[in-house]
T-cell receptor, first 112, second 114 residues
């Protein structure tokens, strides 16, 4: 199956600064890249996604970038707040096959 | 909409015992996924059903793990002869599977094998 690498595994940033998480994938057939946020004791929830026909997508303070040639995608959180502290998972999927392969996660801590 | 329902929330078994985990997907969702979550491995894919049919079980440890979806309203993950390394949170997720790809996760079952 698809292999998704996610870095860094741990990220600590000051409140108000930006946080960036990077993922790479192997299967060129992957065409859908969601990001999930998991708060302590909760289940993962979709926060933003990007499809292969786009290079950039923004929802409020969340920006995702996709470089299909390099098989890399990234999540950028601008103006981080303590409420952004959580585990973040990237995933790659093929909408035809529709399986989802996740990275190992990034633990983000926003320091007040 | 109650979301994806997983039972039990916590299960403790002795080494060598059997554990059965239950998942009720969101009504109308035709794709059901099972993942295992650990700190070291993150979210590991186990298996996936579409319209109750097994599509991909490439993540399942073959000897002791099995999954079924006897009807559209529930799926089970069975672990025979549980081992301490099976201790993890097992997450079930469902999606509409009609060009709508959002995965909705359940709260998970925390399995502890003593």
């Amino acid at each position: 199956g698809e292999q998704v690498e996610q870095l860094p595994s741990i990220l600590r940033v000051q409140e108000g600064s930006s946080a960036s998480i990077n993922c790479s994938y192997e299967d060129s057939a992957s065409n859908y890249f969601p990001w999930y946020k998991q708060e302590p004791g909760e289940n993962p929830k979709l926060i933003i996604d990007i499809r292969s026909n786009m290079e950039r997508k923004q929802i409020q303070e969340l920006i995702v970038l996709l470089d299909k040639k390099a098989k890399r995608f990234s999540l950028h959180i601008t103006d981080t707040q303590p409420g952004d502290s959580a585990m973040y998972f990237c995933a790659a999927s093929n909408t035809g096959y529709q399986n989802f392969y996740f990275g190992k996660g990034t633990s983000l801590t926003v320091i007040p | 909409n109650a979301g994806v329902i997983q039972t039990p929330r916590h299960k403790v078994t002795g080494k060598g015992q059997e554990a059965t985990l239950w998942c009720e997907p969101i009504s109308g969702h035709s794709a059901v996924f099972w993942y295992r979550q650990t700190i070291v491995q993150g979210l590991e894919f186990l298996t996936y059903f579409r319209n109750q049919a097994p599509i991909d079980d490439s993540g399942m440890p073959k000897e002791r793990f099995s999954a079924q979806m006897p009807n559209q309203s529930h799926s089970t993950l069975k672990i025979q002869s549980t081992q301490p390394q099976d201790s993890a949170v097992y997450l079930c997720a469902s999606s509409l599977d009609r060009g709508q790809n959002t995965l909705y996760f359940g709260a998970g079952t925390r399995l502890s094998v003593l």
